[in-house]
């Protein structure tokens, strides 16, 4: 049985509104193997800021009027109906405001901010990368190959102003360069070299590594990130992740962002985000049945092209 239906979508200031009704009577839930919910929005203004306060969602626009957002999950209880906002607007940046105030208390807010899908190249900001991939002996077999590949894609998706590194870390750090280096051609066939011949072995030092990656010589007006890729907890070194923290935070001056991605079941989570909090970034989880490669790779061309560096929003 296939329905089709239309309705007229609620927007206010822009910022349209879409439910899908899903939640079933309590006595009925149902919970569903491999549910799939996607949702392809096309307008004739530029779409933004795609998101979902009830479901954890993937989102991304194709271009400037077209954006796909969804998700999956292996079981789903059907307790909720599914909720998306997204905001109509043709200007270089959007900002969508939606605030609650439940009845006797203080209310709060969320504010979005995003810039249009398709920049001139003139317009995106150069960036520095730094790759810090853990490869002791638990990243062996089908991790470590996921992970060369994932570093062979977001190599290739530098721009060509942007500088890079690579480092490896076990029981210490071994770095594709000593600097921060240009994505020039050569130099990207040389840090392919570097990646395919990565091997998984030994423990795993983190703060010797992330200390080296804070530690890159950079210039200060240039975006700055740090992709940390780890499957375990720190074993050698400095292993209480509360000094870890303390380290970071007196050698991030600059306000280096840190995005971490913990890969695997052992991992400290509660590290890798306090590690994202503390510098304004985020931290992914691959579970041991997911592909490393693809979630990096999605990651990395999320941040491609920055237009936007540094920003203070005053109230």
């Not at 900002?95 to 105030?101: Q, V, Y």
């Not at 960036?127 to 991939?133: I, Q, T, W, Y």
């Not at 000593?178 to 840090?191: F, H, Y």
């Not at 909090?277 to 999605?298: D, G």
Request: aromatic fraction near 10%; proline fraction near 4%; charged fraction near 25%.
């Amino acid at each position: 049985v296939q329905i089709t239906y239309e309705e007229a979508l609620n927007s206010t200031g822009g910022l349209v509104e879409y439910v899908y009704p899903l939640k079933t009577p309590n006595e009925y839930v149902q919970v569903l193997r491999d549910f799939t919910m996607t949702v392809n929005i096309s307008s004739s203004a530029g779409v933004k800021n795609v998101y979902s306060p009830t479901h954890e969602i993937a989102a991304r626009n194709t271009d400037d009027r077209h954006a796909v957002a969804g998700f999956e999950k292996a079981a789903a209880v059907l307790d909720r109906d599914f909720q998306l906002f997204y905001e109509i607007t043709n200007k270089d940046f959007g900002a969508s405001l939606i605030s609650t105030r439940p009845a006797g208390k203080d209310g709060f807010f969320m504010l979005l901010v995003s810039p249009r899908v398709d920049v001139p190249a003139n317009e995106i900001i150069a960036k520095d990368v730094a790759f810090v991939v853990d490869t002791s002996g638990s990243m062996a077999g089908d991790k470590i190959e996921q992970v060369k590949k994932a570093l062979a894609f977001c190599v290739n998706a530098l721009n060509a102003s942007d500088r890079f590194d690579i480092m490896s870390f076990s029981i210490g750090v071994e770095k594709f360069q000593e600097s921060l280096v240009d994505a020039t051609p050569d130099n990207r066939r040389k840090a392919s070299d570097f990646v395919g011949n990565l091997r998984a072995t030994g423990g795993t030092n983190i703060d010797e590594a992330l200390s080296a990656a804070l530690s890159l010589p950079r210039d200060k007006g240039r975006p700055y990130v740090i992709v940390f890729l780890t499957d375990g907890i720190a074993t050698v070194g400095q292993t209480s992740p509360d000094q870890i923290i303390g380290n970071v935070k007196k050698k991030n001056e600059a306000l280096t962002r840190i995005f971490s991605f913990g890969a695997g079941y052992d991992v400290n989570a509660v590290f890798l985000d306090q590690l994202s909090e503390q510098t304004n970034a985020s931290t992914q989880y691959v579970e041991p049945q997911e592909n490393i490669e693809t979630k990096v790779s999605a990651f990395f061309s999320r941040i491609g092209d920055p237009v936007m560096s540094d920003v203070k929003i005053d109230f």
